[in-house]
């Protein structure tokens, strides 16, 4: 077995061992792994050099071997279910591979078998590594109360940010993109995302107010560190709902704790997509989100190290590098 290792962005390193499933265990050989900027932001000039080191929550794998109990056939392609169930101070909690425990950036894994979910053969691998994320995009959906015709901001067009988008009008509600990246707002315009607001060049309080009639919005979502949350706040109605998504990463934001008094907000966090995989793959399956423009580059999992060396230099510019192990 092999697996990538990053202490922080100047120390990536492979490392081999054995690998023997524990009981419970399914023992996959990794094909296709998912990274993006923010995923390995999260190793970025870290203090802590014994939590995880192993990165990657999205991968496509086979099956290494027969399992009749568990209904698994060798060579059966499935996607990884990364949301883990672990028991902390006497409540469940659930963990992320790759960023509460070590990740999927390996050649083979072993994982809980009811982490292994089959694809159907109308979804590609390219599409499959979007699946953990499509199931955060659900879990925010489902923290929401807005109603048909709703407008919602969403603040980010990374990969959650561009499937979010997506999920918003699947829900028949309106989103509202922010972002500072042009090319990455047009590519949410030809998916037919109307509202694509870029901060350097909108006055985003005015636009929403002109988009929503003057209500402003009724709900958003935070998935960035490239916008400032206290500015999100500005954008939603007295009362509304405001969502900070994704996983956590070094970046801090100061939040006005005075401005969600005064307009009375309800912030909540969504850090995992558990129990959403079954209706993230349904909505692959039915061609419901688009992934296609979202991977902006495909490496080899000996370049690793270079992956990370571009991210250094280009810090959030990478929605998705898709690493071929194989």
């Known amino acids: 077995m092999k697996s990538w290792h990053i202490g922080n962005f100047n120390e990536v390193n492979l490392k081999e061992g054995t690998l023997v499933p524990r009981e419970g265990e399914v023992k996959l050989k990794v094909s ?3 990274l993006s900027s923010t995923d390995m932001s999260c190793f970025a000039n870290r203090e802590d050099k014994h939590s995880v080191t192993v990165p990657a929550h999205a991968a496509v794998a086979y099956v290494t071997g ?43 894994v072993c994982v809980p078998a009811e982490n292994v979910c089959p694809l159907p053969d109308g979804i590609s691998d ?3 590594v979007f699946a953990e994320c499509i199931a955060m995009g659900n879990k925010v959906f489902s923290e929401l109360s807005c109603d048909r015709g709703d407008y919602i901001v969403i603040v980010g067009a990374g990969t959650l940010g561009l499937i979010l988008c997506q999920l918003a009008m699947y829900y028949q509600t309106i989103p509202i993109l922010i972002d500072l990246d042009n090319e990455k707002l047009e590519l949410a315009r030809m998916w037919d995302i109307c509202y694509a607001l870029n901060p350097t060049y909108d006055n985003l309080e005015r636009r929403v107010e002109e ?27 007295n009362g509304s709902e405001v969502v900070i998504a994704g996983y956590s990463t070094s970046e801090k934001h100061y939040v006005g704790s005075d401005f969600i008094l ?52 280009y810090p959030y510019q990478l929605n998705t590098v898709l690493v071929d192990v194989d």
């Open 66 to 108: 027969d399992d009749d109990a568990r209904g698994f056939k060798l060579g059966s392609r499935v996607v990884v279910n990364p949301y883990v169930k672990a028991v902390e101070h006497g409540e469940t909690v659930i963990k992320t591979m790759g960023v509460d425990t070590d990740g999927l950036l390996q050649d083979f």
């Open 262 to 313: 005064r307009k009375q907000l309800r912030v909540k966090g969504v850090c995992n997509g558990y129990g959403e995989m079954p209706s993230a793959i349904n909505l692959l399956a039915n061609k419901i989100v688009k992934t296609n423009g979202i991977i902006t580059s495909r490496e080899v999992f000996d370049d690793v190290p270079k992956i990370f060396e571009e991210c250094v230099k």
């Open 211 to 237: 988009i929503t009639g003057g209500r402003m919005s009724e709900a958003a979502v935070f998935t960035t560190e490239g916008v400032g949350l206290n500015s999100v706040l500005h954008l939603v109605k």
């Open 126 to 128: 390219e599409e499959a």
């Open 32 to 34: 296709k792994v998912a």
